[in-house]
């Protein structure tokens, strides 16, 4: 019952730039938990940062100090701003939220993004 569509993904060189955005449809999730996770080629998917009511926020070791979540519930949205972008970062980016009962701060979504790339050339 909820849509989730992310959006911003391209190319970056490193040491650039990018901000994603993820707008939800079909509810509201001002109370909800959303986050992103992404994948390589070749690798698992993997964490990288969520927020919670009352700006709560966790990220991944790797993107601490680079990347910032945050989100917009006027426009039922969460956006992840990446900075100082390394090729280590190149993945598709996963925009997702918990509805269940949450067991914050771990976060184990059960809405999915179709996803968006993020390649970043060295």
């Known amino acids: 019952q909820v849509t989730l569509v992310e959006s911003g993904g391209g190319l970056a060189q490193a040491g650039g730039s990018l901000k994603l955005s993820c707008v939800g449809s079909g509810r509201t999730l001002d109370w909800y938990p959303m986050g992103w996770f992404r994948q390589a080629p070749g690798k698992e998917r993997e964490f990288v940062a969520a927020i919670a009511w009352g700006n709560r926020k966790i990220y991944t070791d790797p993107v601490k100090g680079r990347f910032t979540i945050s989100r917009d519930n006027r426009k039922n949205a969460v956006y992840l701003e990446m900075n100082g972008l390394k090729p280590d970062d190149a993945a598709i980016y996963y925009c997702?939220?918990?509805?269940?009962?949450?067991?914050?701060?771990?976060?184990?979504?059960?809405?999915w993004g179709q996803g968006t790339q993020v390649t970043v050339s060295s």
């Open positions: 997702a939220t918990e509805l269940r009962a949450s067991e914050w701060p771990r976060f184990d979504p059960d809405h």
